[in-house]
């Protein structure tokens, strides 16, 4: 399976997936509340806390960020060269020294500020999205979208499409031998040489997934689909005793942030 | 129950045939997913080739939910390395990219299309990034989505040409 | 006694095609009887299916004619997935039909659609896993099932539906012996305990004969012949007009028959009939038997030939310490006509992997002609390699074009892809078909292709991975003569293969693997008549071996194989077959 969903027993793990999304935009919110990194560091540690308790794999989730490195590079440097009247506090207008003369383009304290915290916002979001998919069941999603009322149909793909991913995916080594075994070689040059390389795997791999969708439609019509309007669904996802507690454990850090902010007027830049 | 009851429901089997050709599909982008095209700009995965493919040899609002679901799919097996809201509201252009790939297949042709794909998804869906890291994050990823885009749909045109004379589609 | 099935001149075409797959058909089928479907490919078996459960013309489109009656319920008039209850459709590929993570939850998608209680949703699916022998595997994962049991857990989700007839669309195509016994059991079952309707489309007759009690077949879309399985098997010059493979006992029956040594009624059907035949006919003509004379088509190769392949100490795993296969040593030399046989998933392929590079061993080495796999990267040109199924490779839109793949591949000029080409479609008569599109061919012009675009690379020796699934017995023969011309001429061929009555008829040496390890590697005479080996691999030697070793005591050598020998070892000498 490529998702992996880590079946262990933590606290996150006992959780309806409802109070994890809840968790989730409490979470976003904060984040984009405060504008000094020190705060959002404090949201991010919390996070990461919480990741670990959930037996997070975390070299396995930032090694995805890899590519992603020029993008955040290229974050602080735009944003450190913000102009100085941005920022309400005067210490973040200071300006270390100028890209271009006549006083353009300065590197200004705040704009660097700015850029660890959207790095740091970045991150807590990447480790709470994780967080999410990989102490949630797939199941869990279905049954989200069947308790909000999305047709069935919907579910029906997504728990599908799922299904197919390994035998798609066996198909594929199949292809890719039958291929290889007729002298096509990985190591093509440029390119051009790449994308012709992969018409030869991509194009039976379409031809296959369409035999197989019209072999799909007539196995699910053979096995009553859409026989009755309703269906009955074999599990429930239930909102226990510590769904509540946490949920309005949220809430409330959500709404302090939210005074800590507007009301104190705390972690502006 | 009568039959334009069950239309109306959605069961009626020319849908199932639509549905089974979505999921099937869905699944195709996330191994397609696995098929790796180096390139200057890092490595491109097949993932919404797929998609465009349904785009233009079935219909545009089945292209545009298996693009859509494809790109949530292969985003969550990475762990949504551009966060859970952003990875949505991107899923949510790419199903617009997949009907404008078509419309503009059947209006100026495939050639027109593949341009079009890859400015919309490339160009266009970069400014995404504004809501995370500011224009550098918008620069950052634009030259990888433009050629990711426009290699996806070449290789959807490629296919479809090819399965055309079949008795497939 | 009502009828469960009745059609009234059926015709149906597909909406994309011009000639109608279905001809005019007209035939009933008596309630709790077994009605066996037979034909060619392409007669229109599957299409037949289609429509009994009304998914033609509701899914496909397309124009039919006539009326269908299920039941007593005109297919016109009900929705598909309302006859669901009343007529099971299991189609012919398991993979496509699997709608859980786990058996148990596939096994209840079905009563779920019904919204019935959950209870009886359990209960349903319960029952129907213990009908398909799958009782235990419950929470199993539906990935980690063999082909055999995805099979009949195919049978178990439509079982569940609790329907009255039940249609089967070759269900044990691509299993092992094993596993196509156990699928048979499994419906003698159904018949038994809950007395369905079955009816089933299948190509091969020894698992048919002894169980329907009807055979229909299809030719071009027309019912060409209708009556007891033992009236056509009998009839062997008939069978050949209809392309269905004989019984090979019959064959031998038959030649009697011809004689007007038996009447036809005396042709036998199995080992057990035909050995009393033999016996009567052995004393009534006192005949003798004679040691087993060579058959002259069968090359033998150079003894002390150059060796091709040779393979020492080979391990190889997939995933770490499971090793899949085990300390495998072979030797194979120029101009042998290698059989891969044993059980599902003991290694067969994994090891002819091996040959041509597409795996590396984990421990041990594998020579191809004289140089470590290791270290050769261009073995396509050595070592060309047919898959099983042809939809794996096929991507281009005309044939010309993907036989031209390999040859580009592997660097020619254009004037010699051109000659190689032009040779290789002469070689395997596609000539009519250059300009087509390969998906526009049926199933056993496409399993042509796949060969073909190998041996457009003139390899030295050929690997095929079980060509003949899916094929009619013409097609069959089609490909295995193409083989046996390209081993005249002094290609070395290693086939894998689960039919052991084609093995015996063309392979001349037998390894035969069993959980990754070799269980037996010698000439096909040693091998068929190693009956212990045979069982450890779960394999049932082909029927004139058996027949051979139960006549030993007349002085009949085990190693016997096909009716020509046997019957050149009866002591007379015999007119040609009609083959
Ligand atoms: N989806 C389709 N569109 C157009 N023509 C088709 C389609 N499916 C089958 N046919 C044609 O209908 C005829 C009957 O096909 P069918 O699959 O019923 O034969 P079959 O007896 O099942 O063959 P096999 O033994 O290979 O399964 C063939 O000529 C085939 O080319
Ligand atoms: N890609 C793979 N990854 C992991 N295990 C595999 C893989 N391919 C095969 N296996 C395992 O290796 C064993 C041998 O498989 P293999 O396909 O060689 O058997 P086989 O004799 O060819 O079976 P069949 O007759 O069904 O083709 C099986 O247990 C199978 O589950
Ligand atoms: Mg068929
Ligand atoms: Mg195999």
């Given at each position: 399976?490529?998702?992996?969903?880590?079946?262990?027993?933590?606290?996150?793990?006992?959780?309806?997936?409802?109070?994890?999304?809840?968790?989730?935009?409490?979470?976003?919110?904060?984040?984009?509340?405060?504008?000094?990194?020190?705060?959002?560091?404090?949201?991010?540690?919390?996070?990461?806390?919480?990741?670990?308790s959930?037996?997070?794999?975390?070299?396995?989730t930032?090694?995805?960020?890899?590519?992603?490195?020029?993008?955040?590079?290229?974050?602080?440097l735009?944003?450190?060269?913000?102009?100085?009247?941005?920022?309400?506090?005067?210490?973040?207008?200071?300006?270390?020294?100028?890209l271009?003369?006549q006083?353009?383009w300065?590197?200004?304290?705040?704009?660097?500020?700015?850029?660890c915290?959207?790095?740091?916002?970045?991150?807590?979001?990447?480790?709470?999205?994780?967080?999410?998919?990989?102490?949630?069941?797939?199941?869990?999603?279905?049954?989200?979208?069947?308790?909000?009322?999305?047709?069935y149909?919907?579910?029906?793909?997504?728990?599908?499409?799922?299904?197919?991913?390994?035998?798609?995916?066996?198909?594929?080594?199949?292809?890719?031998?039958?291929?290889?075994?007729?002298?096509?070689?990985?190591?093509?040059?440029?390119?051009?040489?790449?994308?012709?390389?992969?018409?030869?795997?991509?194009?039976?791999?379409?031809?296959?997934?369409?035999?197989?969708a019209?072999?799909?439609?007539?196995?699910?019509?053979?096995?009553?689909y859409?026989?009755?309007a309703?269906?009955?669904?074999?599990?429930?996802?239930?909102?226990?005793?510590?769904?509540?507690?946490?949920?309005?454990?949220?809430?409330?850090?959500?709404?302090?942030?939210?005074?800590?902010?507007w009301?104190?007027?705390?972690?502006?830049? | 129950?009568?039959?334009?009851?069950?239309?109306?429901?959605?069961?009626?089997?020319?849908?199932?045939?639509?549905?089974?050709?979505?999921?099937?599909?869905?699944?195709?982008?996330?191994?397609?997913?696995?098929?790796?095209?180096?390139?200057p700009?890092?490595?491109?995965?097949?993932?919404?080739?797929?998609?465009?493919?349904?785009?233009?040899a079935?219909?545009?609002?089945q292209?545009?939910?298996?693009?859509?679901?494809?790109?949530?799919?292969?985003?969550?097996?990475?762990?949504?390395?551009l966060?859970?809201?952003?990875?949505?509201?991107?899923?949510?252009?790419?199903?617009?990219?997949?009907?404008?790939?078509?419309?503009?297949?059947?209006?100026f042709?495939?050639?027109?299309?593949?341009?079009?794909?890859?400015?919309l998804?490339?160009?266009?869906?970069?400014?995404?990034?504004?809501?995370?890291?500011?224009?550098?994050?918008?620069?950052?990823?634009?030259?990888?989505?433009?050629?990711?885009?426009?290699?996806n749909?070449?290789?959807?045109?490629?296919?479809?040409?090819l399965?055309?004379?079949?008795?497939?589609? | 006694?009502?009828n469960?099935?009745e059609?009234?001149?059926v015709?149906?075409?597909?909406?994309?095609?011009?000639?109608?797959?279905?001809?005019?058909?007209?035939?009933?089928?008596?309630?709790?009887?077994?009605?066996?479907?037979?034909?060619?490919?392409?007669?229109?078996?599957?299409?037949?299916?289609?429509?009994?459960?009304?998914?033609?013309?509701?899914?496909?489109?397309?124009?039919?004619?006539?009326?269908?009656?299920?039941?007593?319920?005109?297919?016109?008039?009900?929705?598909?997935?309302?006859?669901?209850?009343?007529?099971?459709?299991?189609?012919?590929?398991?993979e496509?039909?699997?709608?859980?993570?786990?058996?148990i939850?596939?096994?209840?998608?079905?009563?779920?659609?019904?919204?019935?209680?959950?209870?009886?949703?359990?209960?349903?699916?319960?029952?129907?896993?213990?009908?398909?022998?799958?009782?235990?595997?419950?929470?199993?994962?539906?990935?980690?099932?063999?082909?055999?049991?995805?099979q009949?857990?195919?049978?178990?989700?439509?079982?569940?539906?609790?329907?009255?007839?039940?249609?089967?669309?070759?269900?044990?195509?691509?299993?092992?012996?094993?596993?196509?016994?156990?699928?048979?059991?499994?419906i003698?079952?159904?018949?038994?305990?809950?007395?369905?309707?079955?009816?089933?489309?299948?190509?091969?007759?020894?698992?048919?004969?002894?169980?329907a009690?009807?055979?229909?077949?299809?030719?071009?879309?027309?019912?060409?012949?209708?009556?007891?399985?033992?009236?056509?098997?009998?009839?062997?010059?008939?069978?050949?007009?209809?392309?269905?493979?004989?019984?090979?006992?019959?064959?031998?029956?038959?030649?009697?028959?011809?004689?007007?040594?038996?009447?036809?009624?005396?042709?036998?059907?199995?080992?057990?009939?035909?050995?009393?035949?033999?016996r009567?006919?052995?004393?009534?003509?006192?005949?003798?038997?004679?040691?087993?004379?060579?058959?002259p088509?069968?090359?033998?190769?150079?003894?002390?030939?150059?060796?091709?392949?040779q393979?020492?100490?080979?391990?190889?795993q997939?995933?770490?310490?499971?090793?899949?296969?085990?300390?495998i040593?072979?030797?194979?030399?120029?101009?042998?006509?290698?059989?891969?046989?044993g059980?599902?998933?003991?290694?067969?392929?994994?090891?002819?992997?091996?040959?041509?590079?597409?795996?590396?061993?984990?421990?041990?080495d594998?020579?191809?002609?004289?140089?470590?796999?290791?270290?050769?990267?261009?073995?396509?040109?050595?070592?060309?390699?047919?898959?099983?199924?042809?939809?794996?490779?096929?991507?281009?839109?005309?044939?010309?074009?993907?036989?031209?793949?390999?040859?580009?591949?592997?660097g020619?000029?254009?004037?010699?892809?051109?000659?190689?080409v032009?040779r290789v479609?002469?070689?395997?008569?596609?000539?009519?078909r250059?300009?087509?599109?390969?998906?526009?061919?049926?199933?056993?012009?496409?399993?042509?292709?796949?060969?073909?675009?190998?041996?457009?690379?003139?390899?030295?020796?050929?690997?095929?991975?079980?060509?003949?699934?899916?094929?009619?017995?013409?097609?069959?023969?089609?490909?295995m003569?193409l083989?046996?011309?390209?081993?005249?001429?002094?290609?070395?061929?290693?086939?894998?293969?689960?039919?052991?009555?084609?093995?015996?008829?063309?392979?001349?040496?037998?390894?035969?693997?069993?959980?990754?390890?070799?269980?037996?590697?010698?000439?096909?005479?040693?091998?068929?008549?190693?009956?212990?080996?045979?069982?450890?691999?779960?394999?049932?030697?082909?029927?004139?071996?058996?027949?051979?070793?139960?006549?030993?005591?007349?002085?009949?050598?085990?190693?016997l194989?096909?009716?020509?020998?046997?019957?050149?070892?009866?002591?007379?000498?015999?007119?040609?077959?009609?083959?």
């Open positions: 399976m490529l998702i992996e969903y880590l079946p262990q027993k933590t606290f996150i793990h006992g959780l309806d997936v409802r109070t994890k999304l809840i968790g989730f935009t409490g979470l976003a919110i904060l984040v984009f509340l405060f504008g000094h990194p020190l705060y959002n560091l404090a949201v991010a540690l919390t996070v990461t806390a919480l990741a670990l959930a037996g997070l794999p975390f070299k396995r930032l090694g995805f960020l890899v590519p992603l490195l020029p993008v955040l590079v290229l974050i602080m735009f944003s450190g060269f913000t102009q100085p009247d941005r920022f309400v506090l005067p210490a973040n207008r200071t300006v270390l020294f100028y271009l003369p006083h353009n300065g590197l200004t304290v705040g704009g660097l500020l700015t850029g915290t959207m790095l740091i916002r970045l991150f807590a979001m990447i480790i709470a999205s994780s967080l999410v998919t990989l102490t949630t069941p797939i199941d869990d999603f279905i049954q989200l979208f069947n308790k909000m009322k999305l047709p149909e919907f579910s029906f793909v997504v728990a599908t499409a799922l299904r197919f991913i390994p035998t798609m995916d066996r198909k594929r080594l199949l292809i890719i031998d039958a291929q290889r075994s007729r002298g096509a070689n990985p190591e093509k040059k440029g390119i051009i040489g790449h994308i012709k390389g992969c018409i030869p795997i991509m194009v039976p791999m379409m031809i296959n997934s369409i035999m197989m019209n072999n799909l439609s007539m196995a699910m019509l053979n096995r009553g859409g026989c009755s309703s269906r009955t669904f074999l599990t429930q996802i239930s909102f226990k005793r510590r769904d509540y507690y946490t949920c309005f454990f949220i809430i409330l850090v959500v709404v302090l942030g939210i005074y800590m902010r009301g104190l007027h705390m972690g502006v830049l | 129950m009568n039959k334009a009851e069950v239309r109306k429901q959605g069961f009626d089997p020319a849908n199932v045939k639509r549905i089974s050709i979505i999921a099937v599909f869905i699944a195709l982008s996330a191994v397609g997913s696995l098929i790796k095209i180096p390139s700009v890092g490595t491109i995965g097949l993932d919404s080739a797929p998609g465009y493919f349904v785009a233009l079935f219909s545009g609002p292209g545009a939910a298996v693009i859509a679901a494809g790109h949530l799919l292969t985003s969550a097996i990475v762990g949504f390395p966060t859970i809201p952003i990875h949505l509201f991107i899923a949510a252009q790419m199903a617009l990219w997949a009907l404008t790939f078509r419309w503009i297949n059947n209006k042709g495939i050639i027109a299309a593949v341009v079009a794909a890859a400015v998804n490339g160009v266009v869906s970069s400014f995404t990034m504004v809501l995370i890291g500011g224009i550098g994050a918008v620069i950052g990823v634009m030259p990888f989505l433009v050629v990711g885009s426009a290699i749909a070449v290789i959807a045109a490629a296919g479809c040409k399965i055309k004379g079949s008795k497939l589609i | 006694m009502p469960a099935v059609l009234k001149n015709s149906y075409s597909y909406p994309n095609s011009r000639q109608a797959s279905l001809n005019n058909v007209n035939f009933s089928v008596a309630k709790g009887s077994f009605v066996a479907v037979m034909g060619p490919n392409g007669a229109g078996k599957t299409t037949l299916s289609l429509c009994l459960n009304g998914l033609i013309p509701q899914l496909l489109e397309g124009e039919l004619a006539g009326d269908v009656t299920v039941d007593n319920k005109n297919l016109r008039m009900c929705r598909v997935q309302e006859m669901a209850g009343h007529v099971g459709l299991v189609l012919d590929d398991p496509a039909q699997i709608f859980g993570r786990t058996v939850e596939d096994t209840s998608f079905g009563p779920a659609n019904l919204s019935l209680p959950v209870e009886e949703i359990y209960q349903r699916a319960g029952q129907a896993l213990q009908m398909t022998r799958l009782n235990g595997y419950e929470q199993r994962s539906t990935h980690r099932l063999s082909g055999g049991e995805k009949r857990m195919a049978i178990a989700g439509i079982l569940a539906m609790h329907p009255e007839i039940m249609v089967l669309d070759e269900p044990a195509s691509a299993l092992d012996p094993l596993g196509i016994r156990e699928i048979y059991q499994t003698d079952d159904l018949r038994l305990q809950k007395q369905l309707t079955i009816i089933v489309a299948e190509h091969d007759c020894q698992e048919i004969i002894g169980r009690d009807r055979v229909i077949v299809l030719k071009g879309g027309e019912i060409a012949w209708s009556g007891v399985p033992e009236e056509l098997f009998r009839n062997v010059s008939l069978l050949q007009t209809f392309g269905i493979r004989p019984i090979p006992v019959s064959l031998i029956g038959w030649e009697f028959y011809q004689k007007g040594w038996i009447a036809f009624a005396e042709i036998p059907l199995g080992v057990i009939a035909a050995e009393k035949t033999v009567d006919i052995m004393t009534k003509y006192n005949l003798r038997p004679v040691g087993k004379a060579d058959p088509v069968v090359r033998q190769p150079e003894t002390k030939a150059r060796a091709l392949i393979v020492s100490n080979l391990n190889y997939y995933l770490p310490d499971n090793n899949v296969l085990k300390n040593n072979l030797t194979i030399r120029r101009g042998e006509f290698v059989a891969l046989i059980p599902n998933g003991s290694g067969k392929t994994t090891l002819a992997k091996h040959f041509n590079g597409l795996l590396q061993p984990s421990a041990g594998v020579i191809i002609n004289g140089v470590n796999s290791r270290e050769f990267p261009q073995l396509a040109r050595v070592v060309g390699y047919v898959f099983q199924n042809p939809d794996h490779q096929i991507f281009s839109a005309t044939v010309e074009k993907e036989l031209e793949y390999g040859l580009k591949n592997i020619l000029d254009s004037a010699e892809i051109r000659r190689r032009d479609i002469k070689f395997t008569g596609l000539e009519q250059r300009k087509d599109h390969p998906f526009a061919l049926g199933r056993g012009e496409r399993q042509i292709i796949a060969l073909a675009s190998i041996l457009a690379l003139e390899p030295e020796i050929l690997v095929v991975d079980e060509p003949t699934t899916g094929l009619d017995w013409a097609g069959v023969q089609k490909i003569e083989i046996r011309h390209l081993h005249d001429h002094g290609t070395t061929i290693i086939m894998i293969s689960h039919d052991m009555e084609i093995v015996a008829r063309y392979a001349q040496r037998i390894i035969m693997m069993k959980d990754g390890s070799i269980l037996l590697d010698g000439s096909t005479g040693e091998a068929f008549s190693n009956l212990e080996a045979l069982e450890q691999a779960s394999l049932v030697p082909p029927q004139i071996a058996r027949l051979a070793a139960r006549l030993r005591d007349l002085g009949f050598t085990a190693d194989l096909q009716e020509r020998e046997f019957l050149q070892a009866m002591g007379r000498p015999v007119e040609v077959l009609p083959c």
